[in-house]
């Protein structure tokens, strides 16, 4: 009896929950799953016509025109052939991978190394020159694209693929300079000086011991750009007009011209067009979220 009373004596007793608490656990799911729903029903909405776009595309041309909004009712690779070969989309491919890689390359390159200059090295008129740079992000590109086209004309390199890359990094710097400025100068001081210290150059401290920080905006930089490069219509149609080079925006546009019964194929041109960049964006995403969450930490 004695041991029995110990026992239950040194039994904690478990307390029921106040039903104030029981109510908010019971509104924060019920909150979740309407959350949930919304974003749900927001995927869907944006995903349909990705799908739509796959499914006509391998739908047989029958089911094309007689079914046209039913979902995988066939399959067939008959418009991607078409679109490949009759659509010239495999040189298209080639030309747009030659005009984006470089260009993505250079500003990525660029911004980086003058928005370590701009954060960390100080040189007389720094502000006003950072400034200047920025200044190209408040002036639209249809201001100075007609003169642009005069110049390059001028210079020999109207149609071909310098003057188009140097374009485009052009259109791109101003923005990769002042996002990663923002990254280099929420870097603490300390950094800089235990590595002059240390005996490190300048060079030194860019590449081994800032560099390497700042790594998540480099991945953020690169895919921003990377997409708006590969989907840039209005440079290629510009500064390309012969059409020895033609990316895949500007030949699905000559694509679409006298093929407005042609669903397919051009359902098919679309899927090579925004295939490239899902699948870049996919393979980059921890950076770029990264990127989002370092800049919203440090703002």
């Not at 418009?79 to 260009?103: C, H, K, M």
């Not at 040189?123 to 740079?133: K, L």
């Not at 800089?192 to 210290?197: D, G, H, L, T």
């Not at 042609?262 to 921890?286: C, E, S, Y």
Request: glycine share 8%; aromatic share 12%.
């Amino acid at each position: 009896m004695s041991v029995q009373t110990s026992l239950s004596e040194r039994t904690p007793i478990v307390a029921e929950p106040p039903r104030t608490l029981r109510r908010c656990s019971a509104r924060t799911t019920g909150g979740l799953l309407v959350r949930h729903l919304v974003l749900a029903v927001l995927a869907l909405f944006t995903l349909f016509p990705v799908i739509m776009v796959v499914s006509t595309t391998f739908k047989s041309e029958a089911d094309v025109r007689t079914r046209p909004f039913d979902l995988f009712s066939s399959f067939s690779f008959e418009n991607l052939s078409t679109a490949w070969t009759q659509g010239e989309f495999s040189r298209y491919l080639v030309d747009s991978i030659l005009l984006t890689v470089p260009s993505t390359a250079l500003v990525v390159i660029i911004s980086t190394m003058a928005g370590y200059a701009f954060a960390r090295l100080p040189f007389p008129g720094r502000s006003i020159m950072f400034y200047s740079v920025v200044l190209g992000l408040l002036v639209p590109f249809f201001t100075y694209m007609i003169p642009l086209y005069f110049q390059l004309r001028s210079m020999g390199l109207l149609d071909t693929l310098i003057g188009a890359i140097l374009v485009l990094t052009m259109t791109g710097i101003a923005f990769g300079t002042f996002f990663m400025r923002a990254f280099f100068t929420d870097l603490p001081d300390e950094l800089e000086q235990s590595a002059r210290v240390d005996g490190c150059s300048e060079a030194q401290i860019f590449l081994r011991v800032l560099l390497p920080l700042v790594r998540p905006g480099l991945g953020a930089l690169t895919v921003f750009t990377f997409l708006a490069n590969w989907n840039n219509f209005l440079v290629p149609l510009l500064y390309l007009p012969s059409g020895r080079y033609r990316p895949l925006t500007t030949g699905l546009y000559m694509f679409t011209g006298g093929r407005s019964l042609d669903i397919g194929p051009l359902a098919a041109g679309t899927l090579i067009t925004i295939l490239p960049v899902l699948i870049v964006f996919l393979a980059l995403q921890r950076q770029v979220t990264q990127g989002f969450l370092s800049g919203a930490i440090k703002g």
